[in-house]
């Protein structure tokens, strides 16, 4: 077996996820600076999330997590692995294209589906309208997620991990063509120029979803030409007894997937009720998914495929000890991220997203938001490796029952809560079903043996990365505190940020090299393999 690099694949994922997450935003403070909160953020927001939620659904929820340990263990066995990625490719686009074609003509009941509460008010019309323009990114962008689980199970990373880039390159431009359109609009038609924006913005915005599922998708299909695996339309849509094995499998994962879904659906109808919370919540939830995607997810996609192959090849010593590194480097990142976004929520909030048409009241919002998010971040991450367990097993039915569970904390905590507290009810309901979530797979994954368990150096150090995280969050409270003056000027409240970030990590790194949390030479050896 040729092993995947765990470390150096992670790095590399990361890495990318992180460049893209900056640019998401980038992307994301140019939207809030000129459409704040207002009814075409809101719009699009949703408009947008309608088919990153079916492509969580068919891609990257349900379809991948039977598909990559399929075709990893095709891989190490040499049992015609492309031949069945050929199949499984037309397969999905012939789904897709019907399921894009009914999308779009269902489009109201998808938005009523998805925010009723924008029922009656102009929120609908333009969601609507935006959402027809991109829902066809859910045909491009889930092709372009199969092609890269093809990429990732063979140990390339690189390209799979660089799309997410040209997606917000994308949207930046939009953002720039849209304003531009937009003044000029305001003066051939008479009308304010903030109204011109927002609708120019969202119209710009929207053709560019499309634009961008093309562009991700022809990047990771270079990728995997250049690699060997040349997937086209050159043969009809089939029913093998691969792609039936697959489906068997996927169902459980579809239905978990959709399990998920319908706990964004609660969240998104809840806030919808409340003017503003949609944005909030977005814009929340950017701040939170960085950290959650460079170190969760990127161990995620690497762990897959690596434990897949090693399950087929009998390795059980090196699933203990990989899943064990895993864990171990993951917490050592999320954790010091997690109390930052605890610690100075509103400092990171108004310094990333106050300006234009975004008031310190927004800011205010967002960072509750935040810090709240920031209790559940290290359950979420924990998932993304827990998860691996079962889907490498081909086991896609317990993550669903558990999934089903955390549904309904979810559910019941959102909609039972949001009369006394409002619009943070799903934030709240958000982080505490993950940590339900997390507390069932850790304990289903007993079962699994050796291979499951984290090892004593991974005991030895978790309780020192924590020690070293208090001991930043400590410092960064009082630095923020102590830097108030120059976080309360505009123009200087950006380079008060770069201070307590790097304060921050000067602080944790240095902290837990002493304590012996870890050791900062396996960071820059991971970095050189990568």
Known sequence: MKPIRLMSGFFTVGIWTFLSRIMGFIRDMMIAAYLGSGPAAEAFLVAFSLPNMFRRFFAEGAFNMAFVPMFAKKLESGEGAEEFAQDAFVGMAFILTIFTVIGIVAMPGLVLLMASGFAGDSRF???????????????????????????????RFMAAAAAPVVLNIIFIIAVLIGAALGRDGSDALGIGIDKALGIQIGDTLALAVPLAGIAQLALVWWAAKRAGFTLGFSRRPRMTPELKR???????????????????????????????????????????????????????????????RRLKAGDEQGSHTQISRAAEVSLALTIPSAVALMVIPFTLASVLFQRGATTVDDAAAIATAVAIYGLGLPAFVLQKILQPLYYAREDTKRPFYFAVVAMVVNVVLAVGLSPFIGWIAPAIATTLAGWAMFGLLAFGARGF??????????????????????????????????????????????????????????????????????????????LKRG
């Open 125 to 155: 019309d333009l969601a609507v309208e935006y959402g027809r323009l991109a829902f066809p990114y859910i045909l491009f962008i889930s092709l372009a997620a199969l092609v890269s689980g093809v990429l990732n199970a063979t140990g």
């Open 246 to 308: 697959l489906a068997i499998i996927a169902a459980p994962a579809a239905l978990a997937g959709g399990v998920m879904q319908i706990n964004l659906l609660v969240g998104r109808q809840v806030a919808s009720f409340y003017e503003g919370a949609v944005a909030w919540l977005n814009y929340a939830d950017r701040l939170y998914q960085l950290p959650l995607g460079v170190v969760g997810i990127a161990v995620g996609v690497v762990l897959l495929p690596d434990l897949s």
């Open 449 to 526: 043996g050796f291979a499951a368990k984290f090892d004593a150096r991974f005991h030895k150090r978790i309780w020192r990365i924590l020690a070293a995280s208090a001991v930043m969050g400590v410092s960064v409270w009082f630095a923020n505190v102590a830097l108030q003056p120059l976080l309360a000027q505009s123009w200087w409240r950006g380079i008060g940020l770069v201070i307590l970030i790097v304060l921050g990590n000067a602080v944790y790194f240095g902290t837990g090299q002493l304590i012996g949390a870890f050791k900062l030479r396996e960071f820059k050896g991971a």
